[in-house]
């Protein structure tokens, strides 16, 4: 992974804002999230550096119990800002892991061998920009760039919304 960016502290208004979208249904949420990414990515990151962005994916069954994959629908608000394509369904995790906690060496083994690239010839010699909603340890961010670096991206830098210390 080249770089990884955050915006905010997942806490206080920005952590409810977060819990409220994740967990609590309100897709609504993604167009105002997403505006702040745009926004704020000026100091953080330079959108023409990168070819594609990349949602962090869930787990099928994740997603279906869900009902959305929040780093999805923050993608595509973010795509739509600066006129990026969004490549769903690109990277795919084809393991159901347990929700992440602990320190970084058990998040890294929770997640190690998760996630596999659908189709190569799509992400060979693209610069890649992940899109997630929380870095915490960086384990997910990690294993997913692990997985399109493998598939022949140049570059794989990650974007998220908040951080968490």
């Given amino acids: 992974m080249a770089r990884a960016a955050t915006l905010y502290e997942a ?8 819990l409220l979208f994740k967990y609590g249904g309100r897709r609504t949420l993604a167009r105002h999230l997403g505006r702040l990414m745009i926004e704020g990515a000026g100091r953080l990151v330079d959108p023409l550096q990168f070819d594609l962005l990349v949602p962090v994916p869930l787990h099928p069954k994740r997603e279906r119990i869900r009902g959305f994959n ?7 608000e973010v795509g739509a800002g600066w006129g990026l394509r969004v490549g769903h369904r690109l990277l795919y995790r084809v393991r159901a892991t347990e929700a992440q906690s602990g320190g970084r060496r058990e998040r890294e083994e929770n997640v190690k061998g ?4 659908a189709r ?3 992400v060979k010699d ?3 920009l992940l899109i997630d909603d929380v870095f915490t340890t960086g384990a997910t961010a990690g294993e997913c760039a692990k997985a399109l670096l493998a598939a022949g991206a140049s570059e794989v830098g990650i974007y998220t919304l908040a951080r968490v210390e």
């Fill in 126 to 128: 693209m610069r890649l």
């Fill in 70 to 76: 929040q780093a999805a629908l923050l993608a595509k």
């Fill in 114 to 117: 998760a996630f596999v690239v």
């Fill in 120 to 122: 190569p010839d799509r």
């Fill in 11 to 18: 806490d206080g208004t920005m952590r409810q804002a977060i």
